[in-house]
């Protein structure tokens, strides 16, 4: 009989059977596994007429564990302790099998999932390393969330080509998933990239220091002969003004101060030079003595002394004795004397003292010696006076004014005594004649000199008639006198400049 079997009841009739149709059990449907709170269930659709379930557990085809449960769902958690493949069946089955068989067996896959662990690492320079984790083969690394490296089978990684960005680098590490394993947790360390600041270019202007802007700084330290001024200047300059006192040199440096994954910067040094004026010097004059006398300076070591702006001497002393030729003119003289400056020391204040000169002047006289020329035309032409010495050969120019309108003498020639006093009248193109005025020998009382007028067109001026040239003074362009033993005599040089002529030197 279809779908059941034959079964002999008890009957009054001991003649008589009767037949009851049993028919199997629907199968379960929807056999599925879920977790909560580490508790594996099995669970399945609930069948029509089925008393109980048969749940049956295998692992490699070996059966762990058969069991019936009255409900639709079972607790396999004690059987699926190990990370493999259940097979996990489910039969339907009925109490009373007079007319129901047990169902056909549904069966379905229970992967019972491990964690592989997450790789435990360390950084030696640029490498990252691990222990081979359990059960793992493949690992994954990613640089700054970047995969980097492809799969890895090894248990390390050169990440130095990848950091070179400053800054912190986030390294991960995962031990992929490998069969019933799952992939591990991510395993993160950081690696930290510095940069080292440029360094600033500093100038100095005046007592400011100034320096370039150094990108990423923060903030700069100022330093004046390695000790710190200021640590923290967050602007691009900085007066030193309040800070050095003592005239001297300095080393003043700069640096843009670390920050974040940035060092110092190296310094930036240039040389501060103050300097400090040395004090005024206070001044007199012993006009007696000739003698110029100052305070001591602080600082100062030397002094400069001056008349007229021309410096006479250098000194350590406090005082300064002139010999009387420095003031051999009637006049007003400027005397001055400072301390000199020295390394970081300038020069101090001048002082300077007025010395009125006034020469005693002799009662002698200039007399022209002549019956036409007189002082009047000396003093209209103009003149030149010289000190000349036979001896040598030398000629001292006196100036263009030694005596006045009356002959007297306005300089001392005193000190020039046994010389010659030589005049030189001016002369032009113009002039149609000249007069030569012999050297007189200076004496005491009168000084006459010895003239004589000569006309420029005769004949007997010529280089020819000169038998003395070697001796001579050039009083014009080309005009010679000649003041030699031979005489006076005047000598027309055309086209021929006179110093070939005139050995006389003129101081």
Sequence with gaps: ?????????????????????????????????????????????????????????????????????????????????????????????????????????????????????????????????????????????????????GEITGTSFDFSELVKEVGAHKISVQAEENGLYVASDISVVYYYTYGKLDAPVATLSGSVLSWTEVENAKDYTVMLDGAILDAHVCSMTFDLA?????????????????????????????????????????????????????????????????????????????????????????????LSVYAKGYNNFDDGEKAEVNFKNVISQTKSKIVIDSVDVGLERLLQKGYVAYIVSDTDMEAENLGEEIFSSDGTLTVDLSKYKGLKLGLIEKYSDADEEVVLYELSTISDGDIVVKCTKYTLAASEFTYENNENLSAGIAIADNVLVNVGEGGYAITIVSGVPIEYYASLTVK
């Design 242 to 334: 309040g800070y050095v006192a003592a005239a001297g040199s300095y080393e003043v440096s700069v640096k843009a101060n670390e920050i974040g994954f940035y060092n110092e910067s190296d310094a930036c040094s240039v040389t501060y030079v103050l300097t400090v004026s040395l004090g005024k010097t206070e001044a007199e004059f012993d006009e007696n003595t000739l003698t110029l006398k100052w305070n001591a300076v602080v600082g100062a070591t030397v002094y400069v002394v001056s008349v007229d702006g021309e410096i006479i001497c250098e000194t350590e002393n406090l005082s300064y004795t002139f010999n009387e030729s420095v003031f051999a003119d009637s006049k007003t003289y400027v």
């Design 1 to 149: 009989m279809a779908n059941g079997s034959g079964y002999r009841l008890p009957s009054m009739f001991s003649n008589s059977v009767v037949y009851t149709e049993r028919r199997a059990l629907t199968a379960p449907q929807n056999l599925s596994f879920y977790m909560v709170d580490g508790k594996i269930t099995a669970s399945w659709s609930e069948v029509d007429n089925a008393e109980n379930y048969l749940v049956e557990i295998k692992k490699d085809g070996a059966v762990l564990s058969s069991f019936p449960v009255a409900d639709t769902s079972a607790d396999i958690s004690e059987y699926v302790t190990e990370v493999a493949e259940y097979e996990i069946s489910v039969v339907a089955d009925s109490a009373d099998d007079s007319f129901y068989t047990e169902s056909e067996k549904i069966t379905a896959t229970y992967k019972n999932i491990g964690s592989l662990d997450a790789p435990v690492l360390t950084v030696e320079g640029t490498v990252v390393s691990w222990e081979a984790v359990e059960n793992a083969s493949v690992y994954s690394v990613a640089v700054d969330e970047v995969p980097a490296g």
